[in-house]
Nanobody, 122 residues
């Protein structure tokens, strides 16, 4: 079992940056691929970014490519999502997740955090 806890969300203005953290406990996060998903009100949960267990492969949704960066610190058993140039359309609850393999599909992930709210005002 892996327990995931996100932090770092908040209310910010458009154009600024935020860094989300995903702290893992129970098992080492380095054994798993990690993904970030988001869900806006009235919308389905959507893929944002993912990183392989080795950190050798990263994948991003087109909507965030070039603005968001996913990385992991195995020593801290923590994953991160740095979000630059935030836009109002980035407003959502952000969830981190862990899976055996990197995937863009939410159902592929076995472990989920409780989510952290990111609100971007114009």
């Amino acid at each position: 079992q892996v327990q995931l806890v996100e932090s770092g969300g908040g209310l910010v203005q458009a154009g600024v940056s935020l860094r989300l953290s995903c702290a893992a406990s129970g098992r080492t996060l380095s054994r798993y691929a990690m993904g970030w998903f988001r869900q806006a009100p009235g919308k389905e949960r959507e893929f944002v970014a993912a990183i392989s267990w080795s950190a050798g492969v990263r994948d991003y949704a087109d909507s965030v490519k070039g603005r968001f960066t996913i990385f992991r610190d195995s020593a801290k058993n923590t994953g991160y999502l740095t979000m630059n140039s935030l836009k109002p359309e980035d407003t959502a609850v952000y969830y981190c997740s862990a899976a055996d393999r990197l995937s863009r599909i939410a159902s592929s992930y076995d472990y989920w955090g409780q989510g952290t709210q990111v609100t971007v005002s114009s």
